[in-house]
């Protein structure tokens, strides 16, 4: 863990005032980490899908709610802090036009779009092909640090 993760969190304790807690993670955004980051900073990405399988074949635990995460830009650089609002894992062609707006990216035809995309190349790395009926993982959060 770099210097700077650890300080931006620590500066994130002293601002809210939480005491025995800490953030699981400290993590980049897909594929374009510096425009989701901003997106998140600015409170218009509030929302995230990832592929089920991935946790599944890395051994990495499914976020759960009321988690602390440190949201990274493309320079490894810490610019928010998140917090994990609710969970739900259902077939990516059953997610919402709802919930796909909340990732602040465009209209649903954009976000699957680009969801299809970075899955079907992610999963070309296992030697496994992308099936609109993949289970994901969407998270609601809200940005938390800074205000």
């Known amino acids: 863990m770099n210097n700077r993760i650890q300080q931006f969190w620590n500066d994130f304790c002293k601002a809210t005032g939480p005491e025995g807690i800490e953030y699981k993670d400290a993590f980049q955004f897909g ?9 998140v900073v600015k409170g218009k990405k509030t929302a995230t899908t990832s592929g089920y399988v991935f946790y599944e ?14 949201v990274l830009d493309g320079q490894e650089e810490p610019v928010a802090v998140i917090q994990i609002q609710s969970v739900e894992i259902v077939p990516m062609n059953e997610v919402t036009e709802e919930f796909a707006l909340a990732e602040g990216e ?3 035809r954009s976000w699957w779009d680009a969801h299809e995309k970075f899955f079907t190349e992610s ?15 969407c998270e609601r959060f809200k940005k938390v640090y800074p205000k």
């Open 31 to 39: 594929a374009f980490p510096d425009r989701l980051a901003d997106l």
């Open 57 to 70: 074949l890395e051994k990495e635990p499914i976020p759960k709610a009321g988690e602390y995460y440190i």
């Open 106 to 108: 465009g209209d649903y």
């Open 123 to 137: 999963l070309k790395e296992y030697d496994m092909e992308f099936s609109p009926d993949m289970l994901v993982v």
